[in-house]
């Protein structure tokens, strides 16, 4: 996400402030308005400015702190916890990420949310196998993978109960993912790198883009979570792939030294991070990403696909 100027202060007639309701900011995040009425009761991450005679509207900036929410917790931090992030985030976020909205399953999200209640394992990976088969890794994690998950994380950060149910649902779309990673008859020859930094034990969401590579027939190397920068280092030196994917889900896992220990190889490969936990980190000759889309395109234009 590029940097953007300060908007100038907010007032009724001026049209250059995108000002959202909850549906149209629960439209963009995927996610139910009622979830976003308890962020906003239970955390203070609601609309920052009011109108007197008007409903409260989400400025840009809120919806920037929100979308850092929504980053952390469909990575597998809790609400609770996410929440001490987002509160105090400063980041921005462009127009094009703002136009994107998520188009929403809310009656089969719904109907999973159920499903994985009662722990029918059987239930949900058979709903979900038929949706990625039917529509692609990429549209199922944005229209009805990170909505249920963010559905599951709001029930157990609001009931205490839940714990199985998010266990349970992880590692069958783990397992599904697993099952789409495997590429026949590859386009690149050198796989693309792929790779958890720092501490990183939540590795869902680049699972997911490793999946969804492989339905374009790219073929990657994934180190899994925890990733050693050695480990990183040796496999830049020894088959210097054309992409290196680093994902960072919190703050204290981003750092810059990463990157300075990559070795110089030809050709460079495109170094592209993503993860909330780089936002506000503008590390040199690297390119942010801030969704799964945006990664498979960086990755296809480093292969010249």
Known sequence: MSPESQFRAPGLDDPSLPRLTVAAVARRLGIAPGTLRTWDRRYGLGPTEHFVGEHRRYSKEDLARLLYMHKLVIS????????????????????????????????????????????????????????????????????????????????????????????????????????????????NEVPVLLACVGEEMHSLAISALAAALAEESIQVQFLGARTPVEAIVEVVRKSAPPAIFLWAQLPENASPEILSALPAVRPAPRIILGGPGWDGLEPAGAIKISDLASACREISDALGL
């Open 76 to 187: 597998g931090v809790t609400p609770a916890e996410a929440a001490k992030l987002a509160v105090s985030h400063a980041g921005s976020i462009d127009e094009k990420e703002l136009a994107e909205v998520a188009v929403v399953d809310e009656h089969l999200v719904s109907s999973l949310f159920r499903t994985a209640q009662v722990l029918d394992r059987r239930g949900i990976e058979d709903q979900l196998r038929l949706q990625i088969d039917r529509h692609g890794v990429g549209l199922t994690w944005i229209n009805v993978l990170v909505p249920l998950l963010c559905s599951i994380g709001e029930e157990w950060e609001r009931t205490g109960s839940g714990i199985a149910a998010e266990h349970m649902a992880t590692d069958v779309i783990k397992k599904l993912f697993s099952e789409k990673t495997v590429v026949p008859n590859p386009r």
